[in-house]
């Protein structure tokens, strides 16, 4: 599955004037990106990366980097050129936690990242049964950090609770992603996810953790999921179209959707209303 960030719109409008303030500008820099010099970043990682992470007018966002984007920050405002967009840009400081070493020798940073200012997202599995080059989805690049040294292949629950309570007492992190490669078994990953919540959620209580996993052949274990603490669950389906599902995650694509619509009837029934998402 993949992590990511949406670009908050509050009190957004929907101007798609070029150099307008509104809902136009904001999708053009999800899609273009800005160019910022910003000390939080994610070179690769699963799904969509490469991307900055910024406030723009005080909600968090992954921007992507973008050498050639027409939008530049300057003096903490968003510019197309030399026009103001009349949204402001913050970049997102480099946390604290990152400087730290597990008690087993991994520095922090390897184990989960900061994204936006207060998210903290990490990839319990960095492999995943799909990405061979005939399979995988074409936006993801979950391996590539590793081979890269940036991460490691496995987090252990305890290095997850180690960080996480870390982040929240250093950095004022208030909310927690865990995402998985898909794993070989009818779980799909989630039960090691469920180990992982289980862990934070004793280390740190209260904190809301989202997870994201392919949809569990056996959906009892959305129930375990719960159970250990997760407070919401993303189950990312891509694309409706079954052409473009093909075309771009050809390994993901042989879960028939029946699959995606009986899970996300099941965790609504388990999680709540407002807590079961999907990314389009
Ligand atoms: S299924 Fe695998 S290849 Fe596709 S987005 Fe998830 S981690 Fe990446």
Aim: charged share 25%; aromatic share 4%; net charge neutral.
């Amino acid at each position: 599955m993949r992590t990511g960030i949406d670009i908050g719109c509050p009190g957004a409008t929907r101007s798609d004037a070029p150099g307008g303030s509104g809902f136009g500008t904001r999708v053009e820099i999800a899609l273009q990106g800005v160019r910022v010099d910003a000390p939080v970043q994610r070179r690769s990682g699963a799904g969509p990366s490469d991307d900055n992470h910024v406030l723009v007018d005080g909600a968090n966002a992954a921007l992507p980097i973008n050498p050639q984007s027409p939008y530049l920050v300057r003096d903490g405002r968003l510019m197309r050129g030399s026009v103001d967009t009349g949204l402001s840009v913050q970049v997102v400081p480099r946390p604290r936690f990152y400087d730290l070493v597990t008690a087993d020798g991994v520095p922090y940073e390897k184990i989960a990242r900061l994204h936006g200012a207060d998210v903290l997202a990490t990839t319990v599995v960095q492999t995943c049964i799909r990405y061979a080059e005939q399979d995988r989805c074409r936006f993801c690049a979950i391996e590539e950090s590793l081979r890269s040294g940036s991460t490691i292949a496995a987090k252990t629950p305890a290095q997850l609770a180690e960080v996480a309570e870390a982040a929240v007492r250093l950095d004022g992190v208030r909310q927690m992603v865990m995402t998985t490669g898909t794993t070989a078994g009818p779980d799909r990953g989630a039960r090691y996810l469920a180990r992982c919540v289980r862990a934070v959620a004793e280390a740190v209580p209260g904190l809301p953790i989202q997870v994201q996993c392919e949809p569990p052949a056996d959906l009892s274990v959305l129930t375990t999921l719960r159970e250990a603490g997760a407070t919401a669950i993303g189950i990312h389906v891509e694309s409706l179209d079954e052409e473009v599902r093909r075309r771009w995650m050809p390994g993901k694509a042989t879960v028939p959707m029946e699959q995606y619509e009986a899970a996300w009837d099941e965790a609504v029934r388990v999680f709540g209303r407002n807590r079961v998402s999907t990314y389009l």
